[in-house]
């Protein structure tokens, strides 16, 4: 295949589905079947994605956070030898909070083509039925497991815009607890397991949201949006009627 930079390979970064194989777009598809290697963060899943849609015989590369440096220059010689190579995530569009950038920076510098094949985010999923006011947003992804979160919520919480994270099930009432003090008056919506068997999505007081959630199985990660304006706008109308 010709490219812009000659006869080297493209990176196509590919969006996967969420969990619901039958979101894999046409072209995803295509993509995969066409290419010579697939990066991928969990070879096992991938393979289980591949093998749903009859693509056999391709080559895995294991890209993640532990071995990205290895795994750029495995990439960065496929792509000289002319090979496509596809990076995918374990769900969703690669690299939004997931493994990828150095990947996409190291190649952009060297020249190589890089293209994408939009399809599922969890991101845009959530939103797309989100109840807040979501036409403007900050993206805020995982917060830092621990220096620093303190201090990145005190700069969140200061946004008159809504907020969204993502969360693990594993980490989730912690936040929840840290939101107290961020974001005690906030309105949240909390979004998991999309596209899945156990989907859920709710809407409510930060209170009654954790209540819930803390006396039931927690499974599934976790897209939280929070709209620190409620709080604001609350405390503008509590220092109007101050004045009357």
């Known amino acids: 295949m010709q490219h812009e930079t000659g006869n080297t390979g493209c990176l196509y970064v590919v969006a996967t589905p969420l969990g619901n194989l039958e979101d894999i777009t046409l072209r995803a598809v295509k993509t995969l079947q066409n290419a010579g290697a697939i990066a991928c963060e969990d070879t096992r899943r991938a393979s289980i994605l591949l093998k749903h849609f009859d693509i056999i015989g391709k080559k895995l590369i294991s890209y993640h956070n532990y071995n990205e440096a290895r795994a750029v220059l495995q990439i960065t010689r496929l792509l000289e030898e ?22 996409i920076h190291a190649l952009r510098e060297k020249g190589f083509p890089v293209i994408p094949i939009p399809g599922p985010s969890a991101l845009t999923a959530a939103l797309s039925v989100c109840p807040l006011p979501v036409n403007n947003f900050f993206f805020a992804g995982f917060l830092p497991h621990k220096k620093g979160r303190k201090s990145r919520l005190a700069f969140l919480s200061s946004l008159n815009t809504p907020v969204v994270f993502y969360e693990s099930p594993h980490r989730i009432i912690k936040l929840l607890d840290e939101f107290k003090e961020a974001f005690p008056d906030s309105e949240l919506f909390i979004a998991r397991e999309m596209t899945k068997i156990h989907e859920e999505y709710r809407t409510g007081t930060l209170d009654a949201l954790r209540e819930r959630l803390e006396h039931e199985t927690i499974r599934g990660e976790f897209v939280v949006v929070v709209n620190p304006a409620c709080k604001k706008n609350k405390k503008t109308e509590q220092d109007n009627a101050d004045h009357y």
Do not use: E, F, K, M
């Open 82 to 103: 002319g090979v496509d190579v596809c990076l995918t995530t374990d769900a969703g569009t690669p690299i939004i909070s997931d493994p990828g950038y150095s990947l």
